[in-house]
C-alpha cells in the first residue's frame, strides 16, 4: 500500500513533464465502457474510459510489463506489454 501511495505521489508530482511525452497511443474516443463492479478511485489503463475517465497521468515503464486494463479501461486487470501506462480516475 505505501508503494502504491508513493507511486500516486511521484506520478501527479511528474504529471506535467509526462504528459508532455508523446506516446503514440490512439486519440481518447467519447465512448463509455461499463464495468460490472463498483469504480476505484483510479485505476492502471491502457486508455482511459469507461468507470475510471479522466487521465491523470501516465506512468514511464522501461521494461513495458504492467498489469492494467485495456483500451478506455474496459477490460479486467490483466498482464500487458506497455512502456506508459496512463493513471485513469474517476
Given at each position: 500500500?505505501?508503494?502504491?501511495v508513493l507511486m500516486v505521489a511521484l506520478v501527479v508530482a511528474l504529471a506535467p513533464a509526462i504528459a508532455?511525452?508523446?506516446?503514440?497511443?490512439?486519440a481518447q474516443t467519447g465512448a463509455r465502457y461499463i464495468n460490472n463492479q463498483a469504480p476505484a478511485s483510479c485505476s492502471l489503463c491502457f486508455t482511459c474510459g469507461g468507470d475510471w475517465p479522466v487521465l491523470n497521468g501516465k506512468i514511464p515503464?522501461?521494461?513495458?510489463q504492467v498489469t492494467e486494463r485495456g483500451s478506455a479501461c474496459a477490460n479486467p486487470i490483466t498482464p500487458r506489454t506497455d512502456t506508459i501506462p496512463y493513471l485513469c480516475c474517476n
Open positions: 500500500m505505501k508503494k502504491l508532455a511525452a508523446a506516446d503514440g497511443k490512439p515503464n522501461q521494461d513495458g
